[in-house]
């Protein structure tokens, strides 16, 4: 069984059934899918390097990226219609229970001067946004293999009855958030 599931099951649902008062375990939230999305700058010409960003999103979540296209042409963003802006991996199930377990555990430990996710990362539903400068920190990554650096964002999409039910499962689940005293 993956370790993230276990977890779950045996340490967080207890304590998140007695904390809230709920009946049963399918009153939990749970999260449903994890989505990774990477911006392209609209400088970005060379094919190579579209399929070299697509590549180390691949290694990163072990599934291939879909590109993303400009639906119109904005000249200020020298963006034209059709042209690649983006690539985005959305996880479910299996994938997406072992990227949450690699990304709690090894991902965020190796971020330089790591101190903890702010709660500010949380919209009105629960969902919570990480945003990461580069692909370094994934252990995947050889950082000598890299030809530019992107940086990511990553939206878990947790499905719970309040923002205060979400904001504590995934904080039982094992997201390093810190408290709200100290300040980045």
Not at 11 to 32: D, H, W, Y
Not at 35 to 57: I, Q, T
């Amino acid at each position: 069984m993956i370790r993230f599931t276990d977890k779950v099951q045996k340490e967080v649902a207890p304590i998140f059934q007695k904390n809230f008062g709920l009946k049963n375990r399918f009153m939990l939230p749970k999260i449903t899918k994890v989505v990774l999305n990477v911006g392209l700058r609209s400088d970005l010409k060379d094919p190579r390097l579209v399929d070299s960003f697509a590549a180390d999103l691949a290694a990163i979540t072990g599934q291939r990226p879909v590109k993303t296209l400009a639906r119109k042409s904005i000249s200020s963003f020298k963006v034209r219609q059709g042209q690649i802006v983006g690539l985005a991996v959305t996880l479910r199930g299996r994938r997406m229970y072992e990227f949450l377990d690699k990304l709690f555990n090894v991902t965020l430990a190796r971020v330089r001067d790591f101190r903890g996710l702010s709660e500010s990362g949380f919209d009105l539903q629960g969902n919570y946004s990480i945003g990461l400068r580069d692909q370094i920190a994934f252990p995947e990554i050889s950082p000598d293999s890299v030809l530019h650096l992107f940086g990511l964002q990553v939206t878990i999409n947790v499905q719970a009855k309040s923002k205060q039910m979400a904001v504590e499962f995934l904080r039982l689940a094992g997201l390093p958030l810190r408290s709200g005293k100290e300040k980045q």
